[in-house]
């Protein structure tokens, strides 16, 4: 079978069925295969004549899978070694140091996502559409994640940090519900 033969795209379903073994999300594993096909197109000339082509595809998955996780842990160790150091300025004593030490654990218990839009909106200072430039996402995602984090910490600071939304989500759209 010549290299441009390859029935990649026929190996879909087989494909999204490893995934979502392996990452136990749909979305992951959606993402995970289309990584999977564009590395196996980068690489078609990796192929060997008369192997299996599933075979082949599902060992680019597999070891795409591993990079990403070994990525992912060696990230999250390095925000945790960069949340346990100590600050540079000398820490105020009392009330106030216990304080910003609860609100730095509330800040670092955020997603990364959230993190990375309050700093950037809040302490930085940017504008959501400068944030979303930074981000590579849309404004409104900027705004969106700003807003998540900001009633996590609200949350936090009103003792409810691991209850759920105080008010139940509604449908925007359709037919105005409002009885008064």
Do not use: C
Not at 87 to 94: D, H, I, L, Q, V
């Amino acid at each position: 079978m010549a290299h441009d033969d390859l029935d990649i795209v026929g190996q879909l379903e087989a494909l999204r069925r490893y995934a979502r073994v392996l990452t136990r999300d749909a979305e992951a594993a959606d993402d995970l295969a289309q990584a999977t096909f564009v590395r196996a197109q980068e690489r078609r000339a990796t192929f060997r004549d008369g192997a299996n082509v599933q075979v082949w595809l599902m060992a680019i998955l597999h070891n795409l899978f591993i990079d990403g996780r070994r990525s992912a842990q060696a990230a999250e160790a390095r925000e945790q070694a960069w949340a346990e150091t100590r600050p540079t300025f000398m820490a105020p004593s009392g009330e106030m140091a216990a304080r910003l030490a609860q609100l730095r654990v509330a800040f670092l218990s955020l997603s990364a996502e959230q993190r990375e839009a309050l700093h950037l909106v809040a302490v930085e200072g940017l504008g959501p559409a400068e944030a979303a430039q930074v981000l590579g996402v849309p404004p409104g995602t900027v705004m969106s994640r700003v807003g998540r984090a900001r009633a996590a910490l609200r949350a936090f600071e009103d003792g409810a940090a691991h209850a759920g939304p105080e008010k139940p989500l509604r449908v925007v759209g359709g037919r105005d519900e409002r009885q008064d």
